[in-house]
C-alpha cells in the first residue's frame, strides 16, 4: 500500500503527521479491509487517531491504538478479531484499543457561560472509561481501593473469570498501559487469585 492510501486509516488532530509507527498500525489495518473478508466490511468506515507504544517490564511493548470516541463502539464490535490479526502483525505485541476522550478541567464551567461541566469529561470518569477499554471485552467484575501506610492508594480491579484464558497474559500489560496513561497503580486480577 502507497504511503497516501494507508494515511486514510489515520486521521489526527490539527493536521499533524503520523509517525512511523502510526503509519505502519494504518497500513496493517488497509491490509486488512483489503484482505480479510470477515473485516473487510466493518473497516472500510474506520480510521484511528494515534498510536503509542508502551514499553512493558519483559522487554515487550505493547501498541495502545486511540480511536475517535464516535467511532470506538464500530471498533468494539471487531475488537476481539481485529486485535488478533493486529498482534500476528506486530510480532505478537499486545494490541489495545481506547477512545480518544477529552478530560475538561474545572474551569470549564467559566469559559462557557452557564453550562455546567459534562460527567463523561471529569478526569475521574475518562480514568474510569479509560480502565474499561483496557480491558474490553473482558468485563471488570469488582474493583477495590488500597490504602497503604505510606498514604498510597492501590486499585485493584478484578476480571471476569470466565475469561482467564484469554486475557490471563496480559494482566500486567494492563497495569502497565494504565500506568503509561494515567499514573495511578492499578493490579488487574481474577478473583480467585486473590491471595
Do not use: W
Not at 48 to 74: G, M, T, W
Amino acid at each position: 500500500a502507497s504511503m497516501s492510501s494507508s494515511n486514510r486509516k489515520i486521521v489526527k488532530k490539527n493536521g499533524l503527521v503520523p509517525t512511523q509507527l502510526e503509519e505502519r498500525v494504518a497500513s496493517a489495518l488497509l491490509d486488512l479491509e483489503n484482505t480479510s473478508k470477515d473485516l473487510s466490511g466493518e473497516l472500510k468506515s474506520l480510521y484511528i487517531s494515534a498510536v503509542k507504544e508502551v514499553e512493558l517490564q519483559d522487554k515487550r511493548s505493547a501498541l495502545l491504538v486511540f480511536v475517535p470516541f464516535n467511532l470506538h463502539k464500530k471498533f468494539k464490535a471487531i475488537q476481539s478479531r481485529l486485535t488478533r490479526e493486529l498482534e500476528k502483525k506486530f510480532n505478537d505485541k499486545h494490541v489495545l484499543f481506547i477512545a480518544q476522550r477529552t478530560v475538561l478541567s474545572k474551569s470549564y464551567k467559566r469559559k462557557s457561560k452557564g453550562q455546567p461541566r459534562p460527567r463523561s469529561r471529569t478526569l475521574t470518569a475518562v480514568h474510569q472509561a479509560i480502565l474499561d477499554d483496557i480491558c474490553y471485552p473482558t468485563q471488570i467484575v469488582g474493583k477495590r481501593t488500597i490504602c497503604k501506610i505510606d498514604g498510597k492508594k492501590m486499585l485493584k480491579v478484578y476480571l471476569d473469570p470466565k475469561d482467564v484464558k484469554d486475557c490471563d497474559d496480559k494482566l500486567k500489560t494492563f497495569g502497565s498501559v494504565y500506568k503509561a496513561l494515567t499514573n495511578k497503580v492499578v493490579e488487574f486480577m481474577f478473583p480467585s487469585q486473590e491471595d
